[in-house]
């Protein structure tokens, strides 16, 4: 399972390191993609096929999935982090996520979201836990 918070600078190449802990659960092989709120997902390679499945089951005739299926794997691409755990984030997605020198990288269980900075901050502090929480137990989870 993928879990945690890590900061990690972006050098002048546009790499970032992957946190050794969560390169294990993702295994060697990667897809790298636009996400929601405004960050990118990295899936491992089993995970990235068990989404790309569901989507493959969206009824290709309607619209609003065509551009959430455009919007995922418009700017996908593997990336296989390399001896020191870095991976390449390209500069279209490093702008689609506004990642400027730090990235903040959180696993997600199945994903990691990788998130500049002040986006990251800014998702956060909108977030009113107790209403969350009540919203979970609709969904069948007691905290």
Not at 96 to 107: P, T, Y
Not at 118 to 136: F, I, N, P, W
């Amino acid at each position: 399972m993928l879990m945690g918070e890590y900061r990690h600078s972006v050098d002048s190449k546009g790499r970032v390191t992957v946190p050794a802990d969560l390169r294990y659960s993702l295994g060697t092989s990667c897809v790298l993609c636009k996400g929601l709120d405004g960050c990118l997902y990295l899936y491992g390679k089993e995970e990235w096929e068990k989404f790309e499945e569901e989507l493959r089951k969206l009824p290709k005739s309607k619209k609003d999935v065509r551009i959430l299926v455009r919007s995922f794997l418009s700017g996908a691409s593997r990336v296989d982090p390399d001896s020191q755990g870095r991976i390449l984030l390209g500069d279209a997605l490093r702008e689609f996520a506004d990642i400027h020198g730090e990235a903040v990288l959180v696993g997600m269980i199945d994903r990691v979201e990788i998130w500049g900075t002040g986006r990251y901050e800014s998702a956060q502090t909108g977030a009113d836990m107790d209403e969350v929480a009540e919203k979970l137990e609709e969904y069948g989870i007691n905290l």
